[in-house]
Every structure is written in structure tokens, then in C-alpha cells.
């Protein structure tokens, strides 16, 4: 006789000030994962997401003022491990996600503790920008996040094509890791990466489809990004130093 094996999921979602896209994206979801948990944290937005949030079936956590995505992905880890989930995926609140690319995203955790949803895959991983239907960067960022993936690359040993990307899952473990040490601070995807892997944990990638925003605009401004890719330069710097020093003890 078969045991039926039931895994329990949650998809938690970040958003500030995304009324606009997020009925269309809680909707999306119902339609395509309609036995997963909703989690909306809503980072002290102005503009009545955590009504939206409610209105479209979602559990909505809500942050009394704006601590940005770490705090508030930290907030839907917590939540989603004191309530005995197995496994979760991060999901954008603006529509770029697929949710056509769940099935992906979690047929990875068969062999992994964590899967990162790649916008570039292999055939992109070197220039993300080129190549027919590759997802399309500036110039200027382009030359970033190729810092950031050369940086990743001599500070774990491990090649990512997309430290960036915030389609992610992860397996309880990864979870009850990320509910107390999640990074709070704007780039908060490359330090994950870089936690997970000095943990331990299997990280893996998969390509995905991404989409245009739905809705609301961008969280982030030039000055706000250039401090922050100062800082997360910093850290990787400093546990390449790190990394490099224990080789040599070894």
C-alpha cells in the first residue's frame, strides 16, 4: 500500500507599495499553485498592498515601516518555519515572476537545499545581455553583475550565473537558517548565496523565464545601489580574504 507524502509549501512574497501588480500576481498564483501558502509581507507600504494582499487570499505579515526586502523576507522565513512548512519559494510582488516556472524552481530541491532561478542559464552566463531572447541588462549593470558573479566565484569556489536573482527555493534547513540570519541589507541575494554555500548547503541553479514589471516601480535609486554595491563588494572581499587564509592554514 502507497504512503501518501504530503509536502507542505510556501511561496512568500516582499512588497512595498505594489497595489497596483499584486491582485494580478495573487490571482496568477491561485490559478497555477493553488495548494500553496500565501505569504505577503507587506514592508510598510502607504498605498494599501496589505489590502490587496487580504482581498486576494493571502496571509499578510505586516512591518510597521519599510526595512527593505532582507527585513522583510527574514519576517516570511520566520513565519513560514514557526508554522512547520517544508520547503518555500521567494516570489516578486511586481509581476516579474513566472509563476508558469514554479514546477522548475521546486522539481530542483529534489537534488539540492537551495535552487536559484537564473534568468541567463548556461548560454548567457558569461554576457548575460546578448544572445536572442536572453533577458536584457544595461551596460552598466551588465559589467556589475559580472563583478558580483566573479567575486561569488572566488569566495565560495562555486560559478553562479545569477547571484542576483530573487526566485528562489529552499528546503526547511535553508529555511530555519534564513529565519535568524537572513542578510537585512539591499543585496540581500548575493550574502544569501554566500551563507548558504559557507553552511554547507547544496545550492544549485535552474533557468527560468522571467517578465516586465506589472505595476508600482522599482525600490531601488542610483545613489541607494551604488552604496549598497559598495557594501556587499566589501563583504565578498572580505571573506575571499577569509576563504584564502583558511586554504592556506589547511
Not at 552598466?140 to 536573482?165: K, P
Amino acid at each position: 500500500r502507497r504512503i501518501l507524502i504530503i509536502v507542505r509549501t510556501a511561496v512568500i512574497i516582499p512588497a512595498f507599495n505594489e497595489v497596483d501588480a499584486l491582485p494580478a500576481v495573487l490571482a496568477d498564483l491561485a490559478t497555477h499553485v493553488p495548494d500553496h501558502y500565501v505569504i505577503v509581507v507587506d514592508d510598510g507600504s502607504t498605498d494599501g498592498t496589505h489590502l490587496a494582499a487580504v482581498d486576494g487570499g493571502a496571509t499578510c505579515l505586516r512591518l510597521p515601516f519599510n526595512l527593505g526586502i532582507g527585513g522583510a523576507l527574514r519576517l516570511g522565513f520566520r513565519h513560514a518555519v514557526r508554522e512547520g512548512f517544508d520547503r518555500a519559494y521567494q516570489f516578486d510582488a511586481d509581476g516579474q515572476h513566472d509563476p508558469s516556472q514554479i514546477a522548475t524552481l521546486l522539481a530542483g530541491l529534489e537534488h539540492a537545499d537551495m535552487v536559484v532561478g537564473t534568468r541567463f542559464g548556461a548560454r548567457g552566463a558569461d554576457d548575460p545581455g546578448s544572445g536572442e531572447g536572453a533577458y536584457r541588462v544595461g551596460r552598466g549593470r551588465n559589467l556589475a553583475m559580472g563583478l558580483l558573479r566573479w567575486l561569488v566565484q572566488r569566495a565560495t569556489g562555486r560559478r553562479f550565473t545569477d547571484t542576483s536573482s530573487g526566485f528562489r527555493a529552499l528546503q526547511r534547513p535553508v529555511l530555519e537558517l534564513f529565519a535568524t540570519d537572513y542578510p537585512v541589507e539591499y543585496m540581500d541575494s548575493v550574502e544569501a548565496l554566500l551563507l548558504a554555500v559557507r553552511h554547507g548547503f547544496t545550492v544549485i541553479e535552474v533557468p527560468v523565464r522571467m517578465r516586465e514589471r506589472r505595476g508600482g516601480r522599482p525600490s531601488n535609486r542610483n545613489l541607494r545601489l551604488a552604496y549598497h554595491f559598495v557594501r556587499v563588494l566589501i563583504v565578498l572581499t572580505s571573506g575571499l580574504g577569509r576563504r584564502n587564509r583558511l586554504g592556506a592554514a589547511a
